[in-house]
């Protein structure tokens, strides 16, 4: 299996990236790692005809404390966010995460801004950003703006991105300490998640129980209200719509909600 | 058509490719490099796995315009002099194949896992190889080759 053909371009630096995004238009993607976008095109399921390969904006990789927010810039691997000292130290959540992607080989080619543009609703990075309460940094011709990951993901693969704006910045709370937990339920080796969960500082995020990762809002109020972790646990799967695929139905789905929810909350590692 | 520069086992090679060549098409077809199987085409089996900069990755799922200017590495470059890289040398010995299909890919994988930790546990092992599929062996001598190896690196 081969892509359609396309037209390969590589971008220097943001700037470059934003001026061929507006030149190409429509026609253009951008290309971090590949490992969505290339088996997508191989499929037939893209077909863009122009690829903006933003790979090598050694502008975009890197970890850095910023006050009280861990900055990650949008090119970091799967294989960095996973593996570094920071990450791990101020969003060891994130870390976790991170590391759990697929196998070696995808962590190593993946990054964190693909991953999160790309958003699948059954991935793990957009349910763990959502559950940190990250902010993301886009930027575009008019300049940079922050949206929160509560109002970025919009739907089913479908983001607050514009066509013309590039995800450059994942800002993550500094959590050094906090509990978390973080549950992913799969049958296969190196397979998405079948349900998962995350949790940190009294935020509940899900994938797949919707056409886009979740909060568990009814668990988080039962959970700010003083309730156990059962009795907030129950309410897990209230206000979801799981898909049925060849893994699991909507109910079995639901089940599963509550019981990792419940696991999550409290296997919280710290 | 692009122009593209790849060093694949210390050699520069420099082509004219379409910008949907797939790393392991350039190696196989343009490179002449045999020994870096297409299994599923999907990046699930691992088969393709080469070093690209010293990491492994699945070069079914690599552009070879993304490799340009980059180093790969695959298991045509292992051996010094004719003698067995330890890690090929410990499949050998621990009879860690049989078709032979997967390991090319599974050698790859494990140099790259042996570069990143000289010294895993088997459990780390098994974990590091997760992206590699081998439907012969039951994966035991494979996890004893790569044991081996990393004694005999140490
Ligand atoms: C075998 C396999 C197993 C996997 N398993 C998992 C798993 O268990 N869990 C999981 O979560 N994921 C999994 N993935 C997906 C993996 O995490 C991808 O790396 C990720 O989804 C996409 O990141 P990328 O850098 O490769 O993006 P690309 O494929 O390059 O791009 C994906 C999309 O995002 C856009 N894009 C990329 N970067 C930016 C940016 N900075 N700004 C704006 N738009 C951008 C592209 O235009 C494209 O539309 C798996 C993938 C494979 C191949
Ligand atoms: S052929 Fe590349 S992963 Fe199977
Ligand atoms: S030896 Fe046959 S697939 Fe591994």
């Given at each position: 299996m081969i892509p359609a053909p396309f037209e390969y371009l590589r971008a220097h630096d943001v700037a470059h990236a934003l001026d061929l995004l507006r030149e190409?238009?429509?026609?253009?993607?951008?290309?971090?790692?590949?490992?969505?976008?290339?088996?997508?095109?191989?499929?037939?399921?893209a077909r863009p005809t122009v690829l903006i390969d933003i790979a090598e904006l050694a502008d975009l990789d890197y970890v850095r404390v910023d006050g009280d927010t861990l900055a990650v810039?949008?090119?970091?691997?799967?294989?960095?966010?996973g593996e570094a000292e920071l990450v791990r130290a101020e969003a060891p959540l994130i870390a976790h995460s991170a590391s759990l992607i697929g196998d070696p080989q995808v962590r190593h080619r993946g990054t964190i801004g693909g991953s999160l543009a790309h958003a699948d609703p059954a991935a793990d990075l957009?349910?763990?950003?959502?559950?940190?309460?990250?902010?993301?940094?886009?930027?575009?011709?008019a300049g940079r703006r922050e949206v929160?990951?509560?109002?970025?993901?919009?739907?089913?693969?479908?983001?607050?991105?514009?066509?013309?704006?590039?995800?450059?910045?994942?800002?993550l709370p500094r959590r050094a300490g906090e509990p978390w937990g973080y549950e992913k339920f799969v049958r296969r080796s190196n397979d998405w998640a079948i349900v998962g969960v995350a949790t940190v500082a009294g935020r509940v995020a899900l994938a797949n129980m919707g056409s886009a990762p979740l909060r568990a809002a009814e668990t988080e109020r039962a959970l700010a209200a003083g309730a156990g972790i059962d009795a907030a646990a129950e309410l897990a799967a209230e206000n979801t719509d799981p898909v049925s695929d060849l893994h699991a139905d909507p109910a079995y789905r639901r089940h599963l909600a509550r019981v990792l929810v419940a696991r999550a909350l409290s296997s919280a590692p710290g | 058509?692009?122009?593209?520069?790849?060093?694949?086992?210390?050699?520069?090679?420099?082509?004219?490719?379409?910008?949907?060549l797939l790393l392991v098409h350039f190696l196989r077809d343009v490179c002449r490099l045999r020994a870096t199987n297409v299994g599923c085409d999907t990046t699930s089996c691992g088969a393709c796995t080469v070093l690209l900069d010293g990491v492994s990755v699945k070069s079914c799922t690599v552009l070879a315009a993304q490799a340009d200017g980059h180093e790969v590495a695959t298991v045509e470059g292992l051996a010094r002099e004719g003698e067995l890289h330890p890690v090929q040398a410990a499949f050998r010995a621990e009879h860690g194949l049989q078709c032979g299909f997967c390991t090319p890919g599974m050698v790859m994988a494990s140099v790259g896992l042996l570069q990143a930790n000289p010294h895993p546990t088997e459990e780390e092992i098994r974990i590091g190889l997760e992206g590699n599929l081998c439907r012969?062996?039951?994966?035991?001598?494979?996890?004893?080759?790569?044991?081996?190896?990393?004694?005999?690196?140490a």
């Amino acid at each position: 299996m081969i892509p359609a053909p396309f037209e390969y371009l590589r971008a220097h630096d943001v700037a470059h990236a934003l001026d061929l995004l507006r030149e190409h238009g429509d026609e253009a993607k951008l290309l971090a790692g590949g490992h969505s976008l290339l088996p997508m095109m191989k499929l037939r399921l893209a077909r863009p005809t122009v690829l903006i390969d933003i790979a090598e904006l050694a502008d975009l990789d890197y970890v850095r404390v910023d006050g009280d927010t861990l900055a990650v810039g949008a090119l970091a691997t799967h294989a960095r966010v996973g593996e570094a000292e920071l990450v791990r130290a101020e969003a060891p959540l994130i870390a976790h995460s991170a590391s759990l992607i697929g196998d070696p080989q995808v962590r190593h080619r993946g990054t964190i801004g693909g991953s999160l543009a790309h958003a699948d609703p059954a991935a793990d990075l957009p349910m763990a950003v959502l559950a940190a309460g990250a902010t993301l940094v886009l930027e575009g011709p008019a300049g940079r703006r922050e949206v929160d990951a509560d109002d970025f993901f919009t739907g089913f693969f479908t983001t607050a991105l514009e066509p013309d704006e590039i995800l450059v910045e994942i800002r993550l709370p500094r959590r050094a300490g906090e509990p978390w937990g973080y549950e992913k339920f799969v049958r296969r080796s190196n397979d998405w998640a079948i349900v998962g969960v995350a949790t940190v500082a009294g935020r509940v995020a899900l994938a797949n129980m919707g056409s886009a990762p979740l909060r568990a809002a009814e668990t988080e109020r039962a959970l700010a209200a003083g309730a156990g972790i059962d009795a907030a646990a129950e309410l897990a799967a209230e206000n979801t719509d799981p898909v049925s695929d060849l893994h699991a139905d909507p109910a079995y789905r639901r089940h599963l909600a509550r019981v990792l929810v419940a696991r999550a909350l409290s296997s919280a590692p710290g | 058509m692009i122009q593209v520069e790849v060093t694949v086992n210390g050699e520069a090679r420099s082509a004219e490719v379409e910008p949907r060549l797939l790393l392991v098409h350039f190696l196989r077809d343009v490179c002449r490099l045999r020994a870096t199987n297409v299994g599923c085409d999907t990046t699930s089996c691992g088969a393709c796995t080469v070093l690209l900069d010293g990491v492994s990755v699945k070069s079914c799922t690599v552009l070879a315009a993304q490799a340009d200017g980059h180093e790969v590495a695959t298991v045509e470059g292992l051996a010094r002099e004719g003698e067995l890289h330890p890690v090929q040398a410990a499949f050998r010995a621990e009879h860690g194949l049989q078709c032979g299909f997967c390991t090319p890919g599974m050698v790859m994988a494990s140099v790259g896992l042996l570069q990143a930790n000289p010294h895993p546990t088997e459990e780390e092992i098994r974990i590091g190889l997760e992206g590699n599929l081998c439907r012969c062996t039951g994966y035991h001598n494979i996890v004893r080759a790569v044991l081996a190896a990393a004694e005999a690196e140490a």
